[in-house]
């Protein structure tokens, strides 16, 4: 069977612990984090479309860009190009994880 869209919830999280190590030879530092998902939730549904689309509704829109340099549409962009196939999605996403708070809000939807 194949389905036409998909719907995720989207947890925020918050870190607990994050740690950076010493300077590696590449330039880049060991990181360790410790976080937790807490109980508060963006969510996500695509469906297939006959054009790529990105829609907002939500609390916590203010801010979130609808361009190419949404996380989500980056993410969509680099599996498209990965996979060989078509990006003719309609994104929406439900926003209720603070912009910009330090909850991964945009990291978590485009990860979702």
Known sequence: MRYKSVEVQVPAKVNLQLSFGPKKSDGYHEVVTVFQAISINDNL???????????????????VPLDQSNLVYKAISLMAESFDTSKNLEVSINKSIPVAGGLAGGSADAAA
């Open 45 to 63: 549904r695509i469906n297939e479309s006959s054009d790529f689309s990105l829609n907002l509704s939500g609390d916590y829109t203010s801010g």
